[in-house]
T-cell receptor, first 116, second 109 residues
Framework: GAGVSQSPSNKVTEKGKDVELRCDPI?????LYWYRQSLGQGLEFLIY????????KSGLPSDRFSAERTGGSVSTLTIQRTQQEDSAVYLC??????????????FGPGTRLTVL | GIQVEQSPPDLILQEGANSTLRCNFS?????LQWFHQNPWGQLINLFY???GTKQNGRLSATTVATERYSLLYISSSQTTDSGVYFC???????????FGKGTRLHILP
């Protein structure tokens, strides 16, 4: 595809349920990032994948959050036992490779998660 | 980790006005991006500018890495420029990209 895609665009769930959010990066991009944006706030870093290296998980807020990137392409962010404070827009971005002028991030449209 | 401060937090201008948005950061960086988030939430990369000056139409950006700041200039503002502008440097120390809290710009017709 031409850009980063995310699904679903909206997700409403009940407290305590598990959710999976999907990100399809731009083809050929080796770096993939997940961020969270609460209403009216900036972006909070969650996790970063770069090629086959071990992911940087330092931004995950709790062990209820996990992410995978299969085959160096599609990524899934999983939130277990969702809480109301997990409600936010979850944004995915990809970039070509690490390096000067190839590190530009391209963002998907986001998934708006609402936990009731 | 790196601290990022953007100013002003909010800006309301009449169409046609010029503006300067500032981003200060606390650590040395190897990358700095400026983004525009439109009212529908989509983030668009405006500039990749770890140092120096770039121009793209009515927008230009300057980063002075040695003094740890970057500026985004918007000239002849249009209503479509409304939204939130984020600066996002990547720290040399821990290699993380951290977003500032943004400047919310509202252009009045």
């Amino acid at each position: 595809g031409a850009g980063v895609s995310q699904s679903p665009s909206n997700k409403v769930t009940e407290k305590g349920k598990d959710v999976e959010l999907r990100c399809d990066p731009i083809s050929g991009h080796t770096a993939l990032y997940w961020y969270r944006q609460s209403l009216g706030q900036g972006l909070e870093f969650l996790i970063y994948f770069q090629g086959n290296s071990a992911p940087d998980k330092s931004g995950l807020p709790s062990d209820r959050f996990s992410a995978e990137r299969t085959g160096g392409s599609v990524s899934t962010l999983t939130i277990q036992r969702t809480q109301q404070e997990d409600s936010a827009v979850y944004l995915c971005a990809s970039s070509l490779v690490r390096g000067y002028n190839t590190d530009t991030q391209y963002f998907g449209p986001g998934t708006r998660l609402t936990v009731l | 980790g790196i601290q990022v401060e953007q100013s002003p937090p909010d800006l309301i201008l009449q169409e046609g006005a010029n503006s300067t948005l500032r981003c200060n950061f606390s650590d040395s960086v190897n990358n700095l991006q400026w983004f525009h988030q439109n009212p529908w939430g989509q983030l668009i990369n405006l500039f990749y500018i770890p140092s120096g000056t770039k121009q793209n139409g009515r927008l230009s950006a300057t980063t002075v890495a040695t003094e740890r700041y970057s500026l985004l200039y918007i000239s002849s503002s249009q209503t479509t420029d409304s939204g939130v502008y984020f600066c996002a440097p990547r720290s040399n120390r821990d290699d993380k990209i951290i977003f500032g809290k943004g400047t919310r710009l509202h252009i009045l017709p």
